[in-house]
Nanobody
Framework: QVQLVESGGGLVQAGGSLRLSCAAS????????MGWYRQAPGKQRDLVAT???????NYADSVKGRFTISRDNAKNTVYLQMNSLKPEDTAVYYC????????????????WGQGTQVTVAS
């Protein structure tokens, strides 16, 4: 089994910054892509940013230039530095990992974290 544990959410004023972290642990052989998604009340879960094991990144247009995704492969951890936050960034942020598990047959699965609330006050 694999667990993803997020931290770093909270309440911040517009224009402020937050840094989210997500650590993966358990029976992990290797992690391909890691990413952050968010879901506002009454809306679908949307992509925020992803990063591959080699460091290639992809961002939603709405966060380009303000958010930065990074990862520490040795720690199986992904980060999201969020600057110049806006009220419309308010959502529950979820971590996602596309990985291979240890085993006689290495199974590829995607896991989600439990989510962390980010609230940006105007």
């Amino acid at each position: 089994q694999v667990q993803l544990v997020e931290s770093g959410g909270g309440l911040v004023q517009a224009g402020g910054s937050l840094r989210l972290s997500c650590a993966a642990s358990g029976s992990i052989f290797s992690i391909n892509e890691m990413g952050w998604y968010r879901q506002a009340p009454g809306k679908q879960r949307d992509l925020v940013a992803t990063i591959t094991s080699s460091g290639s990144t992809n961002y939603a247009d709405s966060v380009k230039g303000r958010f930065t995704i990074s990862r520490d492969n040795a720690k199986n951890t992904v980060y999201l530095q969020m600057n110049s936050l806006k009220p419309e960034d308010t959502a529950v942020y979820y971590c996602n990992a596309d990985l291979y598990e240890f085993g006689y047959i290495r199974v590829r699965r995607k896991y989600w974290g439990q989510g962390t609330q980010v609230t940006v006050a105007s």
